[in-house]
């Protein structure tokens, strides 16, 4: 499995991104796709997943009700649309497939990693 990620980028507080995370190389729908996210200085943290079937979507509590992960079968990609953000989302940010599980969180629960995309909110 290959992950490409992208869509990061600076954007003042209150603005919103898309993150996007194209998968190749074996069944996108069969694995858990996850973003995860470290910050200068700070562990790597998740972010929000999303099941395999794309029915059970769950999030860290510090983005709830701001991010909304999805995906699409047909253009074997994973998304993160990110709204009111805030300097403290500044970090790199990286999408992860899981192979099994039913909401994993944990990024030793994760097999494939994309190369993470840079987000940075200004104040």
């Known amino acids: 499995v290959q992950l490409q990620a992208s869509g990061g980028g600076l954007v003042q507080a209150g603005g919103s991104l898309r993150l996007s995370c194209v998968a190749s190389?074996?069944?996108?729908?069969?694995?858990?796709m996850g973003w995860f996210r470290q910050a200068p200085g700070k562990e790597r943290e998740f972010v929000a997943g999303?099941?395999?079937?794309?029915?059970?979507?769950y999030y860290a509590d510090s983005v709830k009700d701001r991010f909304t992960i999805s995906r699409e079968k047909t253009k074997n990609t994973a998304y993160l649309q990110m709204n009111n953000l805030q300097p403290e989302d500044t970090a790199v940010y990286y999408c992860a497939a899981a192979l099994w599980g039913r909401t994993p969180r944990g990024h030793d629960e994760y097999h494939y990693w994309g190369q993470g995309t840079q987000v940075t909110v200004s104040s």
């Open positions: 999303i099941s395999a079937g794309g029915d059970t979507t």
């Open positions: 190389g074996r069944t996108f729908s069969t694995y858990v």
